[in-house]
């Protein structure tokens, strides 16, 4: 067997563990990366970037629907405009492919060995790896586990046949006329959306109270609204039961009343789960957090010489989550004084409208017992906002009482995601609402919106 010996070994190259090495790689140390699939992990082949190709295609659609017949309030109109999603898929597959090669160009500048294989842990310093031209065994000083995640499946909805994950769903060449998405989260909402727009049938089925249960129910309501006039149901303390016997209905359960809902595809996104199968765990002795692998301020694991980073060792499983702890742990295994110190992880929800949260909400402030002002400032009253034709929507800023230092910056409306830097530099830096509210912002903008939530919660908003 081919061996190898290295001072870093990342396995997994999604966000996590392609940055790990990149960063790795510049720094001067020996490293060696194994993934048994394309480079770019889940995100870039079958999450983030083919879900935003598809979410902006659905878009680009719609409104050209919109414009059709006796044209819009815009004064455009367009004649009979339709869709080929099988020419769609492939150019999202074209954008997947070059961001992919990308990716294997940078590990390559930054001189680190890329092997394409399955690993497993034969112990705590050796790592074997399955590949097409035989096995090979890596010894490493240092190995960073990247695994990921994969989508959770319900026990008596198993994917196979017209149940699918969201890595089919990204596949489709056509829209499925009817479409029941069970699961009213992330994937569920920003695919739902897309197909609605795209001319499916959509019905969601969420077992708690309300969709987007990650956020608060004010961020949320401009979303609901949308789903609601591009004609999509939305069933909450809705359970979905199993198929019906021909299998092109889903059957749900609401108070103890039962429904089939007709469905050509049904689409299961009720979250994801860690990847702990399959690369070795069993050969170690690493602490878990519940489903998740244990790690400490460091990324370390509970075995010397063994880090892990992004979707395997917890929420929020986010890619840019995964890159920073990878970028942090490459540094501390070259010897530099690093720890997670971050005040804040933004997250953003690509449903139409967008949705970005950073820090706290004012419920969360609340709960623990801090003294808020907030402010909030509505996209009717901004100018931008209205050129666009897309009023819904606002930007909300929560500070402490005491001394204003920014505790969350939340909008949600057409766009917002875009917002999410400054949201997050604001917070990073400490700012305080007389920071933002004495910054100028660039007139006719949405973020203006951000400006005048802060003067809004220092009492004297100016355009509204
Ligand atoms: P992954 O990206 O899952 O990569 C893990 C890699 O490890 C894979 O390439 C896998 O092949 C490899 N691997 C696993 N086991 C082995 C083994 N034994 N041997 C060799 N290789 C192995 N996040 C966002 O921040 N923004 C978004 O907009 C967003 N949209 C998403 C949309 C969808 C549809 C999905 C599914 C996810 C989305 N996410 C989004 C989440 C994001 O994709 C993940 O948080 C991110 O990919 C996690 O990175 P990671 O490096 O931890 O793992
Ligand atoms: P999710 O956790 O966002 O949502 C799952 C939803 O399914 C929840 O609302 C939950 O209450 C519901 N649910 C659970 N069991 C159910 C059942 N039996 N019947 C009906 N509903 C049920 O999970 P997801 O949408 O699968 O996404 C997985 C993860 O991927 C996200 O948590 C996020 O970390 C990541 N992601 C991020 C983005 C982004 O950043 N824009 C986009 C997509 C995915």
Known sequence: MKEITTKLLVIGAGPGGYVCAI????????????????????????????SKALIHAADEFFMARGMA?????????VASPAIDLGKTIDWKDGI???????????????????????????????????????????????????????PVALPHLPFGGNVISSTEALALRK????????????????LGTAFAKLGSQVTVVEATSRVLPQYDAEL????????????????????????????????VEA?????????????????????????????????????????????????????????????????????????????????????????AIPAVCFTDPEIVSVGLSPDEAKAQ??????????????????TTASEDGFVRAVARADNHIVLGLQAVGQGVSELSSA???????????????????AHPTRSEGLQEAALKALGHALHI
């Open 423 to 441: 949201f997050s530099l604001a917070i990073e830096m400490g700012a305080r609402l007389e920071d933002i509210a004495g910054t100028i912002h």
């Open 369 to 386: 017992g801090i003294e808020i002002k907030t402010g909030l400032f509505p996209f009717a009253a901004n100018g931008r906002a209205m």
């Open 255 to 343: 108070n103890g009343a039962t429904e089939t809902i007709r469905a050509d595809k049904i689409l299961v996104t009720v979250g994801r789960k860690p990847r702990m199968e399959g690369w070795g765990e069993e050969e170690l002795d690493l602490d878990r957090a519940g489903k998740f692998l244990r790690i400490d301020e460091r990324c370390r694991t509970s075995m010397r010489g063994i880090y892990a980073i992004g979707d395997v060792t917890g929420e929020p499983m986010l890619a840019h989550r995964a890159m920073a702890q990878g970028e942090m742990v490459a540094e501390i295994i070259a010897g530099q004084k690093r720890v997670w110190d971050k005040r």
């Open 220 to 251: 949320v309501r401009p979303v609901l609204r949308r789903l609601m006039e591009l004609g999509a149901r939305v069933l909450t303390d809705t359970s979905a039961k199993g198929l019906d016997d021909d299998g092109l209905g889903l059957l």
């Open 23 to 50: 960063r790795a790689g510049q720094l001067g140390i020996d490293t060696v990366i194994v993934d048994m699939a394309k480079p770019g992990g889940t995100c870039l082949t079958i999450g983030c970037i083919p």
């Open 96 to 150: 997947v492919g070059r961001l992919t090669s990308g990716v294997t160009g940078l590990l390559q500048k930054a001189r680190v060995k890329i092997v394409h294989g399955r690993a497993r842990f034969r112990d705590g310093k050796t790592v074997e790896v399955t590949t097409e031209t035989g096995d090979q065994l890596i010894r490493a000083e240092n190995i960073v586990i990247a695994t990921g995640s994969e």
């Open 69 to 77: 017949g006796s044209g819009n309030k815009l004064g455009i109109s």
């Open 175 to 190: 829209a499925p006329e009817r479409l029941a998405v069970v699961g009213g989260g992330y994937i569920g909402l920003e």
